[in-house]
């Protein structure tokens, strides 16, 4: 499997986007490949998420990377899981340590209780005020390092949510 490095600055070239494709379309090979489910699940999850963003016609870098980037998250849940679902946690220790990891680790937390885990929010917070807050902090992590994931995860957050839903509730 190919692994993008994510790349400080936002630039569009025609090479990103092919070289994109390629990998998504290597990636949706791998859909219907359920062997070694830990080892390989990252693999079919994002073999899931490339044919949901081809199938209805998402395709364009931003979208192509989130996917990368998504998979690689709900990958390393089986490594690690969460600190604690208590998102205003990281907000305040990122802040407090001026720590860009603390925010985009809070930010991962809200896309995972949109997408996966919504039993995990808190009583007084809905789903869309998940989504307002992710978004947030993926762009406040893009401030603070630049990493156009960042940008492009703060401004697919809804439509990736959906997309990983949509994945998950077919694996």
């Not at 070694?36 to 949901?52: E, H, R, V, W, Y």
């Not at 406040?140 to 957050?157: L, N, P, V």
Request: proline share 1%; with cysteine; charged share 25%.
């Amino acid at each position: 499997m190919t692994v993008l490095q994510f790349r400080s600055k936002k630039t569009n070239t025609d090479s990103d986007i092919n070289e994109l494709l390629t990998i998504a379309t290597d990636m949706r090979k791998y859909s219907s490949n359920k062997d070694g489910f830990t080892s390989n699940f990252t693999t079919l999850i994002s073999a899931k998420i490339m044919d949901t963003l081809i199938d209805n016609k998402m395709i364009e870098k931003e979208s192509l990377l989130c996917g990368i980037y998504i998979s690689g998250l709900l990958g390393t849940l089986f490594k690690t899981q969460p600190k604690h679902w208590i998102v205003v946690d990281y907000i305040i220790e990122g802040s407090k340590n001026n720590n860009p990891l603390t925010i985009q680790q809070g930010a991962n937390v809200c896309f995972l209780i949109c997408s996966i885990f919504q039993e995990k929010r808190g009583r007084c917070m809905n789903v869309k005020d998940y989504e307002s807050l992710g978004s947030g902090l993926y762009m406040q992590y893009y401030h603070q390092t630049d990493k156009e994931i960042g940008y492009y995860m703060a401004k697919k957050f809804s439509e990736m949510t959906m997309v990983t839903k949509e994945c998950i509730d077919t694996i």
